[in-house]
């Protein structure tokens, strides 16, 4: 996002197929009806598809919204997890997504005290609820795929396949498990991209009890 500067992005997969976001930039003026510096977004999406949204976006109402991008919570209609899901080049790249393991709680008791204490965190961090969900979503496969496509822009998916030496098919497959994971995003053009240039993990594993 041109001359934004991003304060937190938090990802946190509850399910192979459902994420919450929450993420805040600064930006250099308020947006129309906002009194503040600030933009933000809160969404759910479920199989690819936005079932809630917060936020104060200029085109859309800057009240809560469900399923669509202009009527009002109480709607019962779903769309499509639109530009959650999709990169733009004015998007650009970050250096790092961390990947954590942690219960969604204290994930945001992380956030929580980020924002008591006044600080930013421009790193994009992603949190899995457990090890078992991590390990099936990033499946040895996908990984590969994660690593291919790590500083590497759009990249169609089959052109994907072919450095990764798999057939078509499978790859789409897992580029689409991927992207209903909140991990990938599909660009402007309909190729896929991974907007990061390395991944970090930082979590521990104890001896079971």
């Not at 650009?92 to 929580?112: A, P, R, Y």
């Not at 030496?165 to 991927?178: C, E, P, Q, T």
């Amino acid at each position: 996002m041109v001359n934004a500067k991003l304060i937190f992005s938090y990802r946190t997969a509850f399910t192979d197929t459902v994420f919450v976001e929450l993420v805040a930039w600064e930006v250099p003026a308020p947006l129309r009806g906002s009194s503040h510096r600030y933009k933000y977004r809160l969404a759910l999406v479920a199989d690819d598809v936005c079932v809630l949204r917060y936020d104060n976006e200029p085109a859309k109402a800057t009240t809560g919204m469900l399923g669509t991008r202009s009527t009002a919570m109480t709607s019962s209609t779903s769309t499509s997890s639109g530009e959650i899901s999709f990169w733009k080049p004015e998007d650009g790249f970050s250096k790092t997504l961390v990947i954590s393991v942690m219960s969604h709680d204290e994930s945001m008791q992380d956030l929580q005290r980020l924002l008591e204490s006044g600080g930013v965190d421009p790193t994009p961090r992603f949190n899995f609820v457990s090890y078992d969900l991590l390990h099936r979503i990033l499946a040895p496969n996908r990984m590969a795929i994660i690593q291919t496509m790590s500083g590497a822009g759009p990249i169609s998916i089959r052109e994907l396949a072919r450095r990764v030496g798999r057939d078509f098919k499978g790859v789409h497959n897992d580029i689409s498990a991927l992207r209903k994971a909140g991990l990938v995003y599909t660009a402007d053009d309909g190729r896929v991209v991974f907007p990061y240039e390395d991944i970090h993990f930082d979590f521990r594993v104890s001896a079971a009890a």
